[in-house]
């Protein structure tokens, strides 16, 4: 079985600090995971995967993610985060051996100006 | 987004209806998916395709009925549908349904069941 864990329903920051938002997993074997972004009314984008390699991962609009297996943790984080990074975010974690994508419940971030 | 298009964006419909939603991707990808996005719920997967073969059906009721002609495109057919149905019904594609591809999400269809 595999389960995303994001234990901050909502984030709030202000414009230029800096964001994360957590997401921990669980699977019974490796994992993939991902980072997906949801803008009101619109489908979900995909951010940045982790599959192998360097545990930190770098993706679009400036956002990082650091792949901690002790941790069982993939945060997502950005240095400098601007009022349009305001959104719905998705963690998913998909087993290596299984097909199906399992997607945590969405922290929505709001930056302030 | 222009990747993978849905249609249509929004549809209201009675519990005795027949409706259809269309997704078309345009990556190239072999593997679509149907998702159900509700308020307050994670994703919930419905249905998998891979090379137009059905690989999955995820104790889906029977009033939701997927079909798949071809890679492109993906069809989730809509019959005696129930209110609790009402939800962001979203499309997916990816490289393959194996492996470590991220999906791409159409907009999504807005269903409201009256």
């Known amino acids: 079985a595999q389960s995303v864990a994001q234990p901050e329903d909502q984030v709030n920051v202000a414009e230029g600090n800096p964001l994360t938002v957590k997401c921990t997993y669980s699977?019974?074997?490796?994992?993939?995971l991902f980072w997906y972004v949801q803008y009101p009314n619109r489908g979900l984008q995909f951010l940045l995967k982790?599959?192998?390699?360097?545990?930190l991962v770098k993706g679009s609009y400036g956002f990082e993610a650091e792949f901690n297996k002790s941790q069982t943790s993939f945060h997502l984080k950005k240095p400098s985060a601007l009022v349009s990074d305001s959104a719905l975010y998705f963690c998913a974690v998909r087993d290596m051996d299984d097909y199906k994508l399992s997607f945590g419940a969405g922290t929505t971030v709001t930056v302030r100006a | 987004e222009t990747g993978v298009t849905q249609t249509p964006r929004h549809l209201v419909m009675g519990m005795t209806n027949k409706k259809s939603l269309k997704c078309e991707q345009h990556?190239?990808?072999?593997?679509m998916y149907w998702y159900k996005q509700s308020a307050k719920k994670p994703l919930e997967l419905m249905f998998v395709?891979?090379?137009?073969?059905?690989?999955e059906n995820n104790s889906v009721p029977s009033r939701f009925s997927p079909e798949c002609p071809n890679s492109s495109h993906l069809f989730l057919h809509l019959h005696t549908l129930q209110p609790e149905d009402s939800a962001l019904y979203l499309c997916?594609?990816?490289?393959?349904?194996?492996?470590?591809?991220?999906?791409?999400f159409g907009p999504g269809t807005r269903l409201t069941v009256t």
């Open positions: 699977v019974s074997g490796n994992p993939y």
């Open positions: 997916a594609s990816a490289g393959s349904w194996t492996g470590g591809y991220e999906q791409y």
């Open positions: 395709y891979s090379l137009e073969e059905r690989v």
């Open positions: 990556l190239g990808h072999n593997a």
């Open positions: 982790y599959i192998t390699g360097d545990n």
